[in-house]
């Protein structure tokens, strides 16, 4: 007798030839019923989080104000400075430029934010770049000591600062054509950084509230400035030290001292400039 062919089964036990059997799709629900499922969450009160207030001089919260170490009045100074701040310090809590902003006049220290800076889009700044007694502060080996510049010129000069990690600092000096038309100088100077509770590249590293406490003090030719401006910031890291904070050694001395626990980068331009940094070569 000739045999017939049984058709294939599916996984589920099914035939080939026959339809799938669907099951009907659930019905949705609706919101009343998707209210009583949250359990009465919805009638919960929102709690909202509140900022705590803060000073509106040196912009610190109110219970540690700073404005006990700052001067009483603005400084009377000549120099005005321009601090141009990467977007990425704007938003760090331990910053140091409000604390410098706080012990000038306001026409004395003017702060622009942001990574590029086109003259179209900043003709004052632009302007500023171009007068010839403009300095910006940025290391490096066509700087000059602002030490040993000659600051003779009876109209006022302004310095302009980069606040940023170095890495920031460097994008903004190299990318940005204006800051590249005034003298570019530098500090030499032995101090070591006060600003202990943040980590510094090398020991010679400053803050950019250090920075221009110094630069002022050249330009002023009054060394009672620098003591004032760095009067908040001793105060800062004070303050946090006694509530927690660790003092932070400078990548040079860590790696210097066997203290770096971090990776070794894979970078080898990051490698060489950290072997570069325990042999004391300047970078």
């Known amino acids: ?73 603005p400084l009377k100074v000549s120099t005005c400075l321009y601090i141009i701040q990467h977007p990425a310090e704007e938003s760090r809590v331990l910053r140091t430029v409000p604390l410098l902003a706080a012990c000038l006049p306001e026409e004395k220290c003017k702060v622009l934010i942001g990574r590029r800076f086109s003259e179209d889009r900043y003709p004052e700044l632009a302007s500023v770049c171009r007068n010839k007694n403009t300095l910006i502060l ?25 606040d940023g990690t170095w890495n920031q600092a460097k994008d903004i000096f190299f990318k940005n054509t204006l800051f590249r038309i005034p003298k570019q100088v530098q500090l030499r100077t032995s101090l070591s950084s006060q600003y202990v509770i943040r980590t510094q590249p090398t020991n010679a590293c400053l803050s950019t ?15 009672g400035i620098k003591e004032t401006v760095l009067r908040p910031l001793q105060a800062l890291c004070s303050f946090q030290l006694q509530h927690g904070a660790q003092v932070h050694h400078s990548k040079e001395h860590l790696l210097k001292n066997g203290l770096y626990d971090k990776p070794m980068p894979k970078n080898k331009r990051k490698l060489r400039r950290m072997e570069l940094l325990v042999n004391n070569v300047k970078i």
């Open 1 to 73: 007798m000739e045999g017939r062919e049984t058709p294939a089964t599916d996984a589920a036990g099914g035939r080939e030839d026959e339809e799938p059997l669907l099951m009907p799709p659930a019905p949705a629900s609706g919101p009343e019923e998707e209210a009583e499922d949250c359990g009465g969450l919805w009638e919960l009160p929102v709690e909202l989080s509140a900022r705590r207030p803060e000073c509106g001089r040196c912009g610190r919260p109110e219970k540690v104000c700073l404005c006990p170490f700052l001067p009483v009045h």
């Open 138 to 162: 940025y290391p490096g080996a066509g700087a000059a000591n602002l030490e040993e510049v000659d600051l003779s010129s009876p109209d006022p000069y302004v310095i302009i600062i980069i």
């Open 209 to 223: 509230l250090e920075c221009a406490a110094i630069s002022l003090a050249i330009m002023e030719k009054n060394d």
